[in-house]
Structures are given as C-alpha cells and as structure tokens.
C-alpha cells in the first residue's frame, strides 16, 4: 500500500480558538513563569503538536465506527490501541502467524487486511499511517504577543473547600489566536477520505476539544475555510508534469466528500471487514 504513490489528499484550513487552549509543556521551576506553562516554539510562539490534533481526531472517529457498527460487534468494531494488547487488531501474536510457508517470509498485505479500519487510516504498531497531521503553527497577526494565566486550586474532596497548598497557575492561548492547520493522507480510499471527513466536519462544528482541564473551559477550537486537494499520480496520464509540479491537485468538492462519508457510514453499518479481536 506503500510501495508506490497513487494519490495524496490534502487539507488545508485556518484553526481558530474559540474561547482558550491550552497544551501543556509540563511544570515549570523557574521563578518568573508559570507553574504550567503551555507549548512554544523556539521563538515564544504558541503552537498545537499534530499528535494533539491526530489524537482526538481519531478518538472521535472510533467512537463513530463503535456507534454504527451492527449490535453484534458490541465495542469490537474497531480495537483500542491504548488498551492492552488483546484489545489491538494485531497483537504480536498474531502478526507471527502471517508468515509464508514456503520461505517464512513475514507477509505485508494479510497483516494489512487483518486491521480494522480506523486502524488502516491512521497506523498501528504494524501498519504507518496514511494521514499526518501538521504542528498547527501560529498566524502571527491574530495573537497580540501575551499567555493568559489562570489560577486553579486542589479541592479536598472529604471538606469539598480548597486543599492547603495546592494552589497554581496554568497559562493558555487566548480566544481568537489562529492557527495554520494541514493535513495529509497518502493513498487513501475514497471510504477512508469519508471516514477522515467525518472528523474533520466535528472540528468545523465546534464538537472537539484539545490539550488539558478542557473540563474547565480551555479547548474548544473551530476549523474554518477547509480546503480539500486531491493529486492522482498516474503514469499514464498526460496530466501527470501539471499534476506533479502544479498548485497541489484539483479540488476536491464538498459533494464528493459528504457522498463518500455517506458510503462509509452504511459500509460500517453492514459490518463489513470490521476488527474481529
């Protein structure tokens, strides 16, 4: 699935923090900061890890598939990569049983097939991921130079009043600040594209939220201008050089997209190669 490059579809789309984020960098020691500081590049600047972005992605996309699947799947319609290894699609067990008889050689496209198909879209332990997601990095214009600092307190949970000494601060990125947002799926089906568009819709709806105390407030962002490209590499085609060296593909048009995320829904719907771990 890898060998060659038959087609790559790309998102690009403007991320707008709707009321604060915050994706934590650990505590800090250091006397003049907070205690909790957010993620910054080299120069100061605020910005939002790809992993962050994937990760709820993902999340909200399996709850999707576990939602459609038929009753008879139950929460096995797809696996849980964080759960333990008898929760995966392949474990290491059974990744050591696709080998070939004749020469033992260890078997891609079985391995392949053997996943659910949350995992196929976005990787495994066995299998690379057909999407990356981008660090969304700052558009400069839209934040004025300053973090936020909140306070927050421990709160005993026999008095239910504030804990001694367990008061801190916690900085996020306010409201407003944008983010240049990109995605990109190499050789995905147009069933993965919808299963991607699915999730993406949730970002334009507002539905998911990134990095920590999301429960408190900070989190909640909005996708706005979503660009979709698709580039089909095909040797034969006397389009290829335009293709190749051209702007990043022709559109991709919202029709197209919502028809294939209707397909995707009914393929779940029929339980059709779902993960059977």
């Avoid at 299963?195 to 993406?200: A, D, E, S």
Wanted: net charge negative.
């Amino acid at each position: 699935m890898f060998e060659t490059l038959q087609a790559t579809a790309r998102l690009s789309a403007t991320l707008r923090v709707v009321s604060a984020i915050r994706i934590g960098a650990g505590r800090d020691t250091s006397i003049d900061s907070s205690d909790l500081p957010v993620v910054k590049d080299l120069f100061g600047r605020p910005f939002i890890p790809g992993s962050s972005i994937k990760g709820a992605v993902r999340s909200y996309v399996e709850r999707i598939v576990r939602t459609l699947a038929p009753p008879r799947w139950g929460a096995k319609a797809t696996c849980n990569p964080t759960g333990p290894r008898a929760g995966w699609c392949v474990s290491d067990l059974t990744r050591e049983s696709f080998h070939d008889p004749a020469d033992g050689r260890l078997l891609d496209r079985p391995i392949y097939d053997a996943h659910c198909p949350v995992c196929k879209l976005f990787g495994s332990p066995w299998i690379a991921s057909k999407v990356a997601f981008a660090d969304a990095t700052l558009i400069g214009e839209t934040w004025f130079g300053k973090y936020i600092v909140r306070d927050g307190v421990s709160i005993d949970r026999d008095t239910g009043t504030a804990a001694d000494a367990r008061k801190f601060d916690f900085e996020v990125v306010p409201g407003g600040t944008e983010f240049d947002f990109q995605v990109r799926a190499d050789n995905p089906s147009d069933l993965e594209l919808g299963l991607l568009y699915l999730g993406i819709t949730a970002l334009q709806r507002k539905e998911l939220a990134f990095g920590g105390m999301t429960s408190r407030g900070p989190g909640l962002v909005e996708l706005v201008e979503p660009e979709w490209r698709r580039t089909r590499f095909d040797a034969s085609s006397d389009d290829l050089l335009a293709e190749l060296l051209g702007p990043g593909g022709s559109p991709l048009r919202s029709e197209d997209l919502e028809s294939w995320a209707r397909d995707a829904i009914d393929y779940l719907r029929r339980g059709e190669e779902l993960c059977t771990v």
